[in-house]
């Protein structure tokens, strides 16, 4: 095992878990010009936003001060995805609570403007995901909105048709990705896809978690406020509303 998969576990299963369970039972309020709550926000949380996020990392790295932070970014892989002075903006300006979301949300009921997520709710098995869209619609306040976004499900299936066909015509190599495993070094339960949503999917698990109105929507186009500078990777866009 490699010494960073080590320093991951020990993070990950020893001291953010010891960190989350301490923390499990408070309770935040949003400041008065606050727009809503930013579900598994990773580095990205746009003003007036706040961010609930359960990531070690994040956390730890608001703390350190700038000559260790460097090293943190080096051994946690971030050069892969930003340089050192973006990674740098990217956590002095992240806002959030650091917060298993598997625990629920840490707010009171009715005490929330607007809820979204990005790229999250496939990270979840389904009545998890349920459990905590239920928990969306009891700390959203009544007409409150909530705009989810998740990878297509039918794109994959796509991707598979097409990898079938090149095996049915004698190249093996694209079923390679749908039948190996690749991947190595230390897991979270976040790290992988738990379940996929098509548009049928995702409308179906909102209205059980008893969303109403339920629209849906593309990149950059809803009704949610600030949708433009929310939105930043591409997927299946989806709002409902507290009745």
Known sequence: MKKSDVLKIFLWEGLNLWLLRRKRKNRYQLPANCHGINIGCGLHNPKLWKGVDGGATHYIAKKLPGFLLKSFYRGFNMHKNYSFEEYTKLISELDFVHHELLFGLPFDDGSVPN????????????????????????????????????????????????????????????????????????????????????HQGLRKILEEAGFTDIIECSYHQGLIQDVDVLDTRKGIYMEGVKR
């Open 115 to 198: 809820v979204y997520s990005s790229h999250f709710f496939e990270h979840l098995h389904y009545q998890d995901a349920l459990k905590l869209l239920t928990e969306c619609r009891r700390v959203l306040a009544t007409g409150g909105r909530i705009r989810i976004c998740v990878p297509s499900l039918e794109s994959e299936v796509e991707k598979i048709r097409s990898a079938v066909a090149a095996y049915d015509s004698g190249d093996s190599n694209p079923i390679q990705n749908y039948v190996t495993w690749n991947k190595s070094g230390y897991q979270s339960y976040y790290s992988n896809h738990h379940w996929m949503y098509n």
